[in-house]
Structure formats: structure tokens, C-alpha cells
């Protein structure tokens, strides 16, 4: 009986490429989902600390403090 | 945890792969491809596994109602069309030199495709209730009507083939070979059931995230 | 008022509601006639051939039938706007699914019977010794669609693509149903007593026990929302 190999080949090689496929998928949107997760608390962070700042601030022009620090950073 | 999961499941892999090329021998009556029979029946099993664990998430879904269950329950499903589709695509291409067929209407080959189906189903109506919470309760029932069907489709497919009919080329049981071939087969078995435990686990924690950000 | 009251009253007012409108069944009948029209189109007048795939065809035409009757269970509480009026039914929701299956029954019945007299017509069959066996096995399979249909049919009655996803749910579901059906009718056409079929029939009886005992356990969470 010929060997087939081609056959084996085949099915290995489909096992293999759809169960990495979805294990990447997999992969990148818990990436995807972190950096996301990331993201927010990091505005959210920043939303507070301008807030919390601003509240310490006697100021009543409007205008923030050119103090960096004061900034919140550049995306 | 996960992790470790992740890395065991691929050596349990790369050990199967060296058994099953290196360890087991050439097939006396099929030749090499029947080697592919080392990953056609792992995957099968896998993709009843995954079904048994579908219902029991299910059934404790709908008794505890735990988003844990639930998230389970999604996971395998998922999981478990995937190898449920490789085990008929494995199974076919196996079939086509040792069968000359593509497909056949023989009994294990059809209750797989029916598994295939009813996975299909709950994957179908996961995606088309909207409300999460309804979704969840909705394919709990699913899965456990699904679940208890199984024997019965068995029972209804092997009679059906068996009865006033020939017996199949591949008979279900019955294993008489050496240990050159039931160790690779051992090996592989338990490598793709790892595998499985991994991605359910990966899924799960994806859905736990994702549930989290739309909170 | 009592469980069984309850399912009674559920299947009451439905058989009310279809005596008067006749819609369900004026429609299943005429389907159940087109059916038998296609059949003989895509099948050809050859009769050998016929005469070897009728249980098949018969069972397709109730399977088609049942698959629009079992849809439309919950119809008339969707669009008339009742569906919350079951909810608020009192106590176990399971009556509610038992009343809704009665219902359902009774009008499959009525097609079935239709059906099988219009093939016994069509395709000249000889029903005479087959009959008694065949009532059980149409019974039992009948029962067995409708269990697990009334229960489909309540998860899919607000799902947008309802049409499709409701065979798409059941007919895996109900293969053995089919299988047994199919077998057993085929046996008991050639003549077969029913004994001969004793294992299709049980299969019928176990798959009715444990569809049932699913439909009753798992209306309540179906109807919780």
C-alpha cells in the first residue's frame, strides 16, 4: 500500500494551523484587552489627579498651571 | 496556572509528535497513513469531552447561576467545535486512501457529524440572543438537551448502520495492537486533552475580561 | 387551581383561539398537500422507486409539518403582546409547557392523520396490517417532536432569526426520533409485526422520557424572562 504522505501531512498540518490559529486569536485579544484595560485606568488615574489637584488650587481663572507636572501626559 | 497549562500541553504535544513518528511503527496492511490515526481519535475524544463538560457547566449554570458556569460552558463549547471539526476533517482525509471515500455514512463518523451540529447550534444561538443573561440560561437548557440526546443518537446511528447492513470497515473497540502503538496513541491522547484544558482555560479568563470591560 | 388544571387551561385556550382562527391548521393542511405535490415532482412517477424511500418521505412531510406547527407555539403570545401574561402565570411555569405541548399534539394529530391519508391515496398503499403498529410509532415520535419543539420554540420566540434557528436546533436533536421512525415505519410497511421493532420503539419511549423530563425541569428557567 502506498505511504500516503501527503494524507498525513494534510491532517497534521490542518490540526496544527487551526488550533494555533485560534490559540493566537486568543492570545492578541487578551493583549488587546490589557492594553485596553490599560488604557482606561490610566485616564482614569489622570482624570483624579487633575481633579484632585485642581481642587487644591486656589486659582479661579480657569487657566491650569503651566507646571508640567500639572498636565495630564500626551496619549 | 494557566501558564503552566500552556507550557505542559505543548511539550505533552511535541512528545506526541516524536512518538508518533518516531516510536510507532509503519502499518503493515495501511502504511504510513495510519498515523494519522494518532491524532483522529485524541481530537474525537476531546470533542466528547468537551460536550460532557458543556452540560455539566450547563447544569450548574442553570442550578447556581455562577457567570462562572456560564463563561465554562461558552468556553468548551468553542473549544470543543474546533476539535470536534478537525476530528471529521482528520477522520475524512484518513478515510480517502484507506476508504477511497471522502465520507461515509458509518456510525461513528455520522454521530460526530451530528455532535458537530449540535455545537454549531449552540454556538448559533450564543450569538443571536442578545441579552447575555438570557443567552446564558437559553443555552444551558441546550446544552443539556443536547447532551442527553447524544446516547440516544448513538444508539439510533449504530443501529441504523449495523442492522440488516454489513459491519463498517473501522470497527469502534478492539484494540490488538503493540505497545509501539498504544503508547504513541496514550501519549497523544492525554497531549490534546491538556491542550484542551489550556485553551478552555485561556477562553474563560478572555470572557471574565471581556465581561469586565462591558461592565 | 392545580397543576394539571393549569396545563389544561393553557391547551384549552389555544385549541380555542386555533378553532376560531383556523389559521395554523388551514395553513399546515394545505402545506402538508404541497408537500405531497413536490415530493411526487422531485421524486418522479417512476413507482419502484417510490415505493422503496415512502417511510423516508412520509416522515419528511410530518417532519417538515411539525417543524412550522412547533414553530408558531408561542405566536400568538408574541405578537399579541402575552408573553409577559405567561410569565406572570402563577406557580410552576412546567404547566404552561405541558398545556403548550397538548396543544401541540392535538394539532399534529390532525395533520398526521391528513398526511398519512393522503399518501395511503397518492402512492396506493396498503396500511390495513402496518396500522395499529404505526399509530404507536407516529405516536411516540410525534411526541418526541413536540416535546423538545415546545421547548425550542419558547427560546427561539424572541430571537430575531427565529425561522431559521429553530429547525436548525431541533432536527439535530430529534435524529434518533427520525431514524427510529423512519426504520420502523419501513419495517412495518413491508409487513413486519411490531415486535419486530421492539428496539426502535423503546429507543421512541426512552427518548420521550428523557425529553419530557427535560421539558418540565427546564421551562421554568426558559420563562424567567
Redesign the interface.
Known sequence: MPDNWGFVAAAYGLTALVLGLYWRRLVRREKELDHAGEARARTARDAATTVAERSRQPSRSGHPRSEPASRPPLP | MVRTLGWLSAAALALGLVMAFGVAPREVSQGNVQRIMYVHPPLAWVAYLAFGVVAAASIAYLVRRAPGADRLAHASAEVGVLFTGLAIATGSIWGKPTWGTWWTWDARLTSVAILFVMYLGYLLLRGTVEDRERAARYCAVLGIVAALDMPLVHFSVYWWRTLHQPPSLMKPGGFTGSAAILWPLLVNLAAFTVLYAYLVAKRVRLLRAEAEALA | MSFARRALVVAWKDLLVERRSKETLNALIFFALLLLFVFQFALGPDRERLAGVLPGVLWLGFILSGLLALGRTFLVEREHDCWEGLLLAPGDKSAVYLGKLAGNLALMAVVETLVLGLFVVFFDIDLARAFPGLVVVVALATLGLAA?GT??AA?TA????REV?FP??LL??Q??VL??AV?ATEALLAGEPLGAVA??VK?LA??DV??LA?GVL?FD??L??
Request: hydrophobic share 70%; no cysteine.
Open positions: 423538545v421547548l425550542f427560546m424572541h430571537v430575531r432569526a434557528l436548525v436546533l439535530p436533536v435524529v434518533p431514524l427510529a426504520k428496539h426502535w429507543l426512552a427518548a428523557v425529553y427535560v427546564t428557567a426558559i424567567e424572562g
